[in-house]
Antibody, heavy 114, light 107 residues
């Protein structure tokens, strides 16, 4: 079964850090771009970042540039999002996705609060 | 950044109705548009890609059209399982941007 499973979310104080992970199975992970998308409570979808197959190209939404880093480990079939200098407005469910197509992960909740 | 203006923000419809949702891009984006369905507490599901191509496994009552700046998602005969929120997405340029969403509710 083609599947993505996200993990790593939790409660963190403003200014803190968190690393999200997304494990892939059922497909050749190294052949696809991968994306992160987030959704604040009760709000719409916001694209966050993506990365190409070998990790040499990365793109970010302006609001996270310089604070978030997307990466991948093709040997471990895993995608990551390192989030530093977290702000209250970063609170959201974070989804990983294969090329914004199918599949998507189940989402992992990040809450930034003091 | 390319803005995707989606309308309406919500609508009420009955089972069997034809439903049309629109998205307007702030500049020409060829046909680089996808449409997504999201149910509460669930991840989005892509219905349409390249403006009019039906995602594998998606019922044929869903269709997409448009090119350039104007795009439409049509549900030809609304079914009970279609009550959800729908989003358009442009992937022509970075950053990728979603429309604000359209909540389809039961009339």
């Amino acid at each position: 079964e083609v599947q993505l499973v996200g993990s790593g979310g939790g409660l963190v104080q403003p200014g803190g850090s968190l690393r999200l992970s997304c494990g892939a199975s059922g497909f050749t992970f190294s052949s696809f771009w991968m994306d992160w998308v987030r959704q604040a409570p009760g709000k719409g979808l916001e694209w966050v970042a993506n990365i190409n197959q070998d990790g040499s190209e990365k793109y970010y939404v302006d609001s996270v540039k310089g604070r978030f880093t997307i990466s991948r480990d093709n040997a471990k079939n895993s995608l990551y999002l390192q989030m530093n200098s977290l702000r209250v407005e970063d609170s959201a469910v974070y989804y990983c996705s294969r090329e914004l197509g199918t599949p998507w992960g189940q989402g992992t909740m990040v809450t930034v609060s003091s | 950044d390319i803005q995707m203006t989606q309308s309406p923000s919500s609508l009420s419809a009955s089972v069997g109705d034809r439903v049309i949702i629109n998205c307007r891009a702030s500049q020409g984006i060829r046909n680089d548009v996808g449409w997504y369905q999201q149910k509460p507490g669930k991840a989005p599901k892509r219905l349409i890609y390249a403006a009019s191509s039906l995602q594998s496994g998606v019922p044929s009552r869903f269709s997409g059209s448009g090119s350039g700046t104007e795009f439409t998602l049509t549900i030809s005969s609304l079914q009970p399982e279609d009550f959800a929120t729908y989003y358009c997405l442009q992937y022509n340029s970075y950053p990728r941007t979603f429309g604000q969403g359209t909540k389809v509710e039961i009339k």
